[in-house]
């Protein structure tokens, strides 16, 4: 079994930045791909950044140049920094581990995220 917690959400003026940290404990791997998803009010959850055990990255067009995902696997830790935040970036972000193909999911239970204009 996998948990996964996440910190370091909170409210910021636009422009501004943050750092959201998410912490997994239980049996972890390093093939075990790491995501970050959001749920904006009123619209579906979406994926908004990717980086598999070896370090590759991928992240949604609306994000593309302002946030940046990293992994500690160390410490079983994995980061999103955003930058130049948007008041469109306001959301609950959730961190997903992905294993065997994404056939095995794990939630966390996610951080508030709000951007003011």
């Known amino acids: 079994q996998v948990q996964l917690v996440e910190s370091g959400g909170g409210l910021v003026q636009a422009g501004g930045s943050l750092r959201l940290s998410c912490a997994a404990s239980g049996s972890i791997f390093s093939s075990d791909v790491m995501n970050w998803y959001r749920r904006a009010p009123g619209k579906q959850r979406d994926l908004v950044a990717t980086?598999?055990?070896?370090?590759?990255?991928n992240y949604a067009d609306s994000v593309k140049g302002r946030f940046t995902i990293a992994r500690d696997n160390a410490k079983n830790t994995v980061f999103l920094q955003m930058d130049s935040l948007k008041p469109e970036d306001t959301a609950v972000y959730y961190c997903?581990?992905?294993?065997?193909?994404?056939?095995?999911?794990?939630w966390g239970q996610g951080t508030q995220v709000t951007v003011s204009s």
């Open positions: 980086i598999t055990g070896g370090g590759s990255t």
């Open positions: 997903s581990l992905y294993r065997d193909g994404g056939l095995t999911r794990y």
